[in-house]
């Protein structure tokens, strides 16, 4: 059963442009959600995270909006450079008096042409 | 501050034979994590420990797969016997506690051919 799905599989943008990126979840225990970059022959690295008591949070060029209802939530690259391809993981876990067990997407591949 | 640290990067292994992978956290990290990456897929948890303790080994192949933590700190996992369906990348990840941030290792990339 796959928790949480992701799309688009691949995404080709333009630099300067915004990359979108979609996650759906279905367990209503998960209560905080990451987003991971991966870079090839590299492990996932943590690039932004989310509460359901908020509906955006914004780092940089990176904003994260949290639709509770939908129990979707989506991740925005503004401004894309070349460096930001990269394999991009959303996930999902409980988290308050928890373990962390993070159930990931499967992923989306973004390339930035320049 | 070094990173988590595994070994090999690489391995290559028939059928049936076995395989061990080498993990060393972030000092200080209390919790454990090994993960299985198969191409075109996120990490999926194999195991998590706490100090030396399992949390949650639920999704590991018990049949096959087996991992230990001596002395809360390095782990290993084992493969024995290998099938061709373990090819994947295994990534270790570690953090300070039960529910704060994980960071990944660069991972093993196993071929079973």
């Given amino acids: 059963q796959q928790q949480v799905k992701q799309s688009p599989q691949s995404l080709i943008v333009q630099k300067g442009g915004i990359s979108i990126i979609n996650c759906a979840y279905e367990n209503t225990a998960f209560d905080y959600f990451p987003w991971y970059q991966q870079f090839p022959g590299k492990g996932p690295a943590l690039l932004i995270a989310i509460r ?3 509906s955006e ?5 990176f904003t994260i909006s949290f639709n509770k209802s939908a129990k979707q939530f989506s991740l925005h690259i503004m401004d894309s450079q070349p460096g930001d391809s990269a394999t991009y993981f959303c996930a999902a876990t409980p988290s308050r008096g928890s373990n ?8 989306t591949l973004l390339t930035v042409n320049p | 501050e070094a990173g988590v640290a595994q070994s090999p990067r690489y391995k290559i292994i028939e059928k049936r034979q076995s395989v061990a992978f080498w993990c060393n956290p972030i000092s200080g990290h209390a919790t454990l994590y090994w993960y299985q990456q198969i191409l075109g897929q996120g990490p999926k948890l194999l195991i998590q420990f706490q100090n030396n303790g399992v949390v949650d080994d639920s999704q590991l192949p018990k049949d096959r797969f087996s991992a230990e933590r001596l002395k809360g700190v390095d782990s290993t996992l084992k493969i024995q016997p290998a099938k061709l ?3 994947a990348v295994y990534l270790c990840a570690s953090s300070l506690a039960r529910n704060t941030e994980a960071f990944f290792g660069q991972g093993t990339r196993l071929t079973v051919v």
């Fill in chain 1, 100 to 107: 962390y067990k993070l159930t990931f997407g499967k992923g």
């Fill in chain 2, 85 to 87: 369906e373990d090819s």
């Fill in chain 1, 57 to 61: 949070k914004k780092e940089g060029r």
């Fill in chain 1, 52 to 54: 359901p008591d908020v």
